[in-house]
């Protein structure tokens, strides 16, 4: 069960849901780990590390105490729909950590090795035939191999975890030549997804671990290169022909195994930029140091957002999940003009950042704790264990290496810690672990928490695949997006995407039962700020319908908030001149439309409000030179066009300001 982790957290695949790599992956990932669990280590003795016992319950005593008192409350233990990060994912890494020191023998090594091994390879295979073309599920394209993962950079630390393990067992005199043989096709396989994914955060952490390797084996290095046969006191003994004839004979050798050596190396080299070339991904890294390319300059933008959201909340930090709900007061004018907020960014995009985010600087020094504990172990199954536990050793360093230029991604957590509590057991000596008994009594609980998993899993599968069919067939929509939101009714993402569908009608009975889906949304995370957002929006298409000075003022005061809160969101602040024109606020319009405009150069929105409200105020000058630059940003923008002709033939345009929608703006949050 513990062997068929990483397949479930890599391979699992929904092709019918409306996210394919999400709701049935995450489930199977918290069934496999808890049934796991559940048969490894009740009624047992499990020999565990004294030290990581130690560490592993601080860390999860402060990540209790950042939930408790974070921002998102019930999020902050069971994580968003997306990333699943929550404080209870840190619990379940604990348990696959514990359940990992239940394989203390060397055929469970073998078979949690060979399916590592195997899933290797078949993330291989999946990524060279979509490199050749095939494409199981519709996704954008990118450029980029995403294999099974539906992610690049997923993918990318996949594999810098897994290649390493199945390089370790082809490279493992003890296992029979036909598995060694298998391993290194598999190793070659999961080689082509790495390179092919372009995730320049797993090629660091991959040379990283090569690079530790090395040094861990430096000695054993020097004797592979330098070939000698025999020491300084064989050499004493012979007579001076035999010690010239060692001699000349060791430096002979020496010299094969040195060119030998460069001509692996310069093949690897080649071979690696070949598959660079061919699978697209070799502009990756100078891309990395170019002005306005993602990855360099942006992730230090990030980074600087994470630091001011660290300094802000540098106690318990924003709770688990919590980053994303602080990142608007956080974001400065340079990062929003520069990069925008499409998705908006949930994660610090470096492991320690987003640790020390949302879970403050104590919780930060507890992680360090546990990644110094776990880094000893690995540094001596790189120095002196078996080839394939020192693989497992380099793909937890690469992996970790990778994270902090990404984040913790919870479908791959477990795995991690699966693999460390195995190598961490399998090298600790009889003094550094303590016997610890798991009462049998607790397999019950834990396999009714696979029972409770398992029925939500299937929910949330179901909920995932209508809301597929609501958004794609019209006919059906509004019911099957309510049948979704019904039996995912924790899901935020599922909620908005429903009232997206109840919107669409454009009526006033539709908008009305939008508002209800988000306000089911808010009651699970109030302070949301795509929540947030979607309700404002709604609300102001309500006030457009109804024309109450109620209805605006209830829009202007939710977009008045939401600006307060977040003030350099133009996705907000170009509704907020629409509800303050409507309402009278004319100065205030413009000023929020201006900032927009600043804030975001290249949508076109503000400054096709900005053109409308010119030209109906009597400011013919402005209204030009507004739906020109509109024009120059989009040219199909038909208000802007509107507005030029009318001022061309001396008529009112016809066209109303436009509605604040995320299709509309430009200037979205990826809602």
Known sequence: MLAALPAV???????????PFGPARWAAVLAVTLAGAALALPGRAVAVGRRGLVVWGVWLAWVAVAAAVGMDGRLAWIGTPQRHFGALTWGLCALAWLAGHS?????????????????????????????????????AASGRLVGPLGNADYLGAATALLVPVAVGVAADGGWAPRWRAGASVCAGAGY?????????????????????LALARRSSLRRLLAGRFGDAEDLRMAGPEQSAGSEQSAGQWWSKRAAAAAIVVLAATGATFGLAVATGTAGRLPAAVQAGQGGGASRLAEWSVALRVV???????????????????????????????????????DSLLDVAATTGLPGLGAYLALLAVTGALMWRALRKGEAAVAGMAVGLVAYSVGALF???????????????????????????????????LAAPVVVAAVVVVAFLGVRAVTADRQMRVALADPSRGAARAARAAHDAPGNIVIRLAAAHVDAAAGTLTGIDRALGQVAAARRVSPADPVVGLERAQLLEQRAQLTAAPGD?????????????????NPAVLVPLGVAEAS?????????????????????????????????????????????????????????????????????????????????????????
């Open 192 to 212: 082509v997804a790495l390179i092919g994914a372009g995730a320049r955060a797993a090629w660091v952490g991959v040379v990283a671990g090569a690079a530790v």
């Open 9 to 19: 957290g890599t391979l699992v695949v929904d092709p019918s849901g409306w996210s």
């Open 103 to 139: 394989v203390d023998d060397d055929g469970d090594l073998r078979v949690l090795a060979g399916a590592a091994t195997a899933v290797c390879g078949a993330i291989g295979v999946w990524s060279i035939a979509e490199l050749l073309g095939w494409q199981p599920v519709a996704l």
């Open 311 to 349: 300094a802000a909340h540098p106690v318990t930090g924003t709770g688990p999940e919590g980053y994303r709900l602080a990142f608007g007061a956080a974001v400065g004018a340079g990062y929003q003009r520069t990069y925008g907020r499409d998705p908006l960014p949930d994660r610090a995009h």
């Open 583 to 671: 309402s009278g606020h004319t100065g205030e319009a413009v000023a929020s439309w201006l900032a927009a405009a600043r804030l975001a150069p290249s949508s076109p929105s503000p400054e096709i409000d900005l053109a409308v409200f010119y030209f109906r105020h009597g400011q013919p000058a402005l209204a030009r030179g507004a739906a020109e630059r509109a024009l120059a940003l989009d040219p199909a923008a038909a208000p802007a066009t509107a507005v030029l002709r009318s001022l061309d033939t001396a008529r009112p345009p016809t066209s109303n300001p436009p509605t604040s929608s995320p299709e509309t703006n430009g200037a979205g949050d990826g809602t």
């Open 552 to 568: 605006w003022r209830a829009a202007l005061d939710a977009l008045a908030g939401l600006a307060r809160r977040d003030p350099r």
């Open 406 to 440: 990404l984040f913790p991604v919870a479908e791959l957590e477990p795995t991690v810690w699966l693999l460390a509590g195995v190598v961490g057991a399998r090298v600790a000596s009889d003094g550094e672990l303590v016997r610890l008994r798991v009462p049998r």
